[in-house]
């Protein structure tokens, strides 16, 4: 089992373990194991994340937030490979998104 953290992985590394929860992933859905699944969806976002660069992404900038159609996404600030800062339909409530499901228009 690896013990890095995606922090600590190179490019290559990021995408050998994304190509191998895909894997995992694929095999949880056929055999109907639906919280090993959402868990493998959500350890594959955060890989993603690390293979782009945070400072890509600006506060102020609205983005498509990607599995949520319709759905758009306000930076406030950005900390590490999460942007913080609120959907358009719901702008009293702060949340933090992996930049992965941030689609750039």
Excluded: C
Aim: proline share 5%; net charge negative.
């Amino acid at each position: 089992m690896n013990n890095k953290r995606y922090s600590e992985m190179t490019e290559y590394e990021l995408k050998s373990e994304i190509a191998s929860l895909k894997e995992k992933a694929r095999k949880a859905e056929q055999l109907g194991i639906v919280n090993e699944f959402a868990v493998l969806e959500r350890k594959i976002t955060m890989a993603k994340s690390y293979l782009l660069d945070p400072r890509d992404y600006k506060p102020d900038e609205i983005y498509e937030i990607e599995g949520a159609p319709g759905e758009s996404f306000k930076i406030n600030y950005m900390n590490g490979i999460f942007a913080w800062g609120y959907r358009l339909s719901t702008p009293n409530v702060e949340e933090a998104l992996p930049i992965s499901m941030l689609i750039k228009d």
